[in-house]
């Protein structure tokens, strides 16, 4: 992923936010919204770039979801976009939130500098395009990511009467009541803004709405925000019913999930994560047991490009012949035998636990600079 230059007029070093901003602006965004810019603010002043994927890593969030608040401040005239040739984000003018507001214009005659992006560009969809190439440790080829468009609906701030009429409709009336049940709690009016945003903007029919809480809540999900972010994934990629729903949702069993959990990650599998795992499982052959225990070593290791570093161990192994899980311990035992001859280590207990037959500072290294 490439890194966004961001730039505004004026320049202080201090962290300011305009009471216009806070006055006018900060109700009627979301906490999404706000956080990231905010975030982009003190990045800015900090003078450090950062990245739509690094973002997404800092608060939890898609990259989609990134993007969404992006041109949620965008239509606010809050910042510029800026956009290379394929129209990917490549920099971020924010403009003075103190100001009055300038209709953002994209177009040669616009009077905002222009920015060239110091690495690769930065694409906008939710998950990042990658191929074989681009990654050599991939070996089989990963299908690039196909763009979709970004969901336009934002999630309007209902009214308490439009809550009462939503509430008090026979059909959303039994919906309401089964996802008490589903959630273990009683519903908030924020949580029936969500329904009813679900229902009235993404157009959700109740059987759906009901599927869509049910596979959330099967996958230990109850909080009404990231139900909200499948919703708006399902709408983005045309999910009408029921069964459209279940056949997207029997894309990946639950070894896949139990795969993502052990490697730190909460989100829905994007291709490039589901085509390590298919590789781990399908072209070496490894049991999920292995899998994990090579997550568990990822985790102790390294806080990112936990993907990579797990394929690194797991293509190690298979060179090895391991096969089941019972195969690493010898080939830690051997790994034991050959460092005997080394200087003495350290007596830092962290340098004690064993390790297998590679040097993770020099794994790190070369996946950092691939």
């Known amino acids: 992923m490439g890194f966004l230059t961001i730039y505004q007029d004026n320049y202080t070093d201090s962290t300011v936010i305009s009471n216009r901003f806070i006055d006018e602006y900060m109700q009627a965004a979301n906490d999404a919204q706000l956080k990231i810019y905010l975030y982009l603010i003190r990045m800015m002043r900090a003078r450090l770039d950062t990245s739509i994927g690094d973002i997404a890593d800092k608060f939890n969030y898609t990259e989609k979801d990134v993007v969404r608040a992006l041109k949620y401040w965008e239509r606010n005239a809050l910042l510029v976009l800026d956009y290379d040739g394929q129209k990917n984000i490549v920099g971020i003018h924010l403009m003075d939130s103190g100001a009055p507001a300038p209709v953002p214009v994209h177009s040669a005659a616009a009077t905002y500098p222009s920015v060239t992006a110091p690495f690769p560009s930065l694409a906008a969809p939710a998950h990042t395009a990658v191929s074989s190439a681009a990654h050599p440790a991939m070996g089989a080829a990963v299908p690039e990511q196909t763009q979709i468009q970004t969901l336009s609906a934002e999630k309007p701030n209902y009214t308490a009467d439009q809550l009462r009429d939503f509430k008090a409709n026979e059909e959303t009336a ?81 070894a896949v999930y139990e795969i993502m959990r052990a490697l730190g990650k909460n989100n829905i599998p994007t291709e490039t994560e589901v085509a390590y795992i298919d590789r781990w499982r399908k072209l070496y052959g490894f049991e999920n047991d292995v899998i994990l225990t090579a997550c568990e070593r990822t985790v102790l290791a390294t806080d990112s490009h936990r993907f990579e570093y797990a394929d690194s161990i797991l293509t190690s192994w298979s060179k090895a012949g391991v096969h089941h899980k019972s195969d690493i311990k010898p080939l830690d035992e051997n790994h034991r035998r050959s460092r005997v001859s080394r200087p003495a280590a350290s007596t830092n207990k962290f340098n004690q636990f064993t390790q297998n037959e590679y040097d993770f500072d020099a794994l790190e290294k070369e996946i950092l600079s691939n």
């Open 174 to 254: 039994r919906l309401l009541f089964v996802a008490e049940q589903y959630l273990k709690k009683p519903l908030s009016a924020s949580d029936m803004r969500t329904i009813l945003f679900i229902m009235d903007k993404l157009g959700f029919s109740e059987d759906l709405t009901d599927y869509l809480i049910q596979y959330c809540v099967d996958r230990g999900k109850r909080d009404l925000r990231y139900i909200e972010k499948v919703a708006i994934s399902w709408a983005e990629q045309g999910i009408t019913t029921q069964k459209q729903a279940a056949s997207l949702a029997g894309k990946y069993d639950k």
